[in-house]
């Protein structure tokens, strides 16, 4: 279905045809055809007329979505997160004083496998497709489109709700390993495999270096380097320990994923962002995770900035946007071979509209309105100009069908939702709560009961259930992740959606980020 959208674009574009500067904002039209791809941007907003290269009959019944003077930006892109884990509250070691050093230290902690992997393992076993849907739903409440970080399947996750980076197939246009990713470090003979695909045109997402400088796991960046990783196409998440002399040895640079929140709240210190920025390597922002990130990428966008003005670093609400949106959208490009986080023809119909702000300079700096936006301020998105969430009002004008409600902060939003299972049944959040509060309250029998069904199928021949694992170390427990005694499993409540009181009550004297993060509240209030 072909759909317009009318508003204050902000379209983040070089296409002079477009815009004429990357920072423009103008009164215009989004012109999203039947194959989900942006068609044109027109300027005026009361125009009907559409750019003459373009097919116009494609629009001549298409709805239209006119948001006012509310921004129409290209959906946000989360390059990286840990989905399997969304649940969960933040974490902390108990009266541990000091940061840690690297990755493989918090993993050993005495309560990172009750407190983190056995609850995660509970919902991927007992309830993998609500899991999921729960993760997805608090990344589109947050404008995100794309994400990285779904956890290994058994089946593809192309085309579920938000974009799966590293499953995404663009409805089979591309095969289905362009993006390759590792959240474990690799061997050096892996890495030389990765190096080859990277040659041939695979983008590849790496954990790498995630810890304070001059620490051990520095190794991992140098041992990217020696097995000649250090391409355009790698995208290395966090390299905080990297020494910033050694983003030299990156000659053809490509992309580091930046997780604000989470390096300061294990490790106390974070990427050296100006000195890969001075190296031409482009920037981007990821979430992380739950038990030590925000709840989504325009949350951790806010630290991001909180972190730029306590070190002086000078970026601007513009900078900081474009971390995600058109930078990720460029690394995405390189692998999809299709323009995404910029409005612009040809490029993905992924949009987001964030409601308009008229204090102080907000109004004249969209990129400004963007960085203080939360998660009520997201009034639409969309994905392959899909309407997937949004104001009851601006989804009825996108003539969205099969929706439920949801509650975001006392507002009613609309969620297109349908369930796993290839036959559009309409889905709910309250439904998909529902089920993962079950397995909450009685793990143990879940967890039970979803073995003897995997067991059936297998038994009958029948297709077997959606199965998930985990992305990240287990810790000292046993293989498979669970203890042998599933009673002792204790899963915490189930984390909102947004940002609440409760989370940024949670924050201030826990982790090791010397009060910076405290900050963060000031942005929601």
Known sequence: MSLIVVGRIVPLTNDRK???SENASFQGRVWIGD??????VTRGAGSTAIAHSVRSAEFDNAPVVDVGNDLVVPGFIDLHSHLAYATLPLWTEPHRTVPFQHHDIWPTRPTYAE???WPAYAFIEAAPAELLAYAEIRALVGGTTSIQGSPPSNRPLDGWLVRNIEDETLDGEIGGHQVLASTLTLKPEQLGERA????????????????RPGSIVQREYRAAHTAGCLQRRLVAIHTNAVDPASYDTWSNPGAIVWSPFSNLWLYGTTTDVPSALARKISLCIGSDWSPSGTRNVLGELKVASLVSEAKGWGFSPFDLVKMITANPGDVLAEAWQRQAGRLQPGA?????????RTEGTSRSDPFKTILRATETDVH??????????????????ASSAQTSRISINGETRRL????????????????????????????????ESARRLAFAAIRTGAPPPLRLALDMPTGRVPVGGLPKDLSKIIVPPIQPLVHDEAFFASIPGRGFHEGLLDGLTEFYR
């Open 196 to 211: 080859i695909s990277m040659r041939q045109g695979a983008t590849f997402i790496y954990h790498c270096a995630e810890g």
């Open 35 to 40: 194959d989900g791809r942006i068609a044109a």
């Open 348 to 356: 993905l119909g992924d949009v987001v509209v964030i409601a308009s």
């Open 18 to 20: 477009v815009a004429q």
């Open 416 to 447: 297109a939702l349908t369930r796993f299972v290839g036959n559009d049944e309409a889905w709910s959040y309250k439904d998909v709560l529902k089920r993962l509060e079950e397995v909450r309250n009685d793990p143990q029998a879940a967890i």
């Open 380 to 397: 639409l998105v969309m994905v392959n100009g899909k309407p997937l969430y949004g104001t009851e009002q601006l989804m009825q004008q």
């Open 115 to 117: 407190s983190i992997t």
